[in-house]
Nanobody
Framework: QLQASGGGLVQAGGSLRLSCAAPESIFRANAMGWFRQAPGKQRELVAVITTGGDANYADFLAGRFTISRDTAENTVFLQMDNLGPEDTAVYYC??????????????????WGQGTQVTVSS
């Protein structure tokens, strides 16, 4: 039910913007997030944004990615800048409960998108 798009091939240092459209009922009730899975590795959280707009990012991003949500379009975006070969992976959007207490986030996933391939050449 989540439709992800925007992946592709880009050179190192370039940018891509991923989009994920969701049904309104799912979008308005859940935090939206992005995970990624590189070949031979486990799926890992990249970023998540709550219905209230609070965002959390994986430490390895070092400020290169920005997650946002458009409530008019029921869409979540992931702006990825200064991409490197280590960012090559299949990116999945997600929807589910998320909460934060202090600096500790608890993220669950109830819905997954189909995945979109991001390939960064060196």
């Amino acid at each position: 039910q989540l439709q992800a798009s925007g992946g592709g091939l880009v050179q190192a240092g370039g940018s891509l913007r991923l989009s994920c459209a969701a049904p309104e009922s799912i979008f308005r009730a859940n935090a939206m997030g992005w995970f990624r899975q590189a070949p031979g590795k486990q799926r890992e959280l990249v970023a998540v944004i709550t219905t209230g707009g609070d965002a959390n990012y994986a430490d390895f991003l070092a400020g290169r990615f920005t997650i946002s949500r458009d409530t008019a379009e029921n869409t979540v975006f992931l702006q990825m800048d200064n991409l490197g070969p280590e960012d090559t992976a299949v990116y999945y959007c997600s929807a589910g409960p998320a909460s934060v207490v202090g600096t500790t986030w608890d993220v669950s996933v109830d819905y997954w998108g189909q995945g979109t391939q991001v390939t960064v050449s060196s």
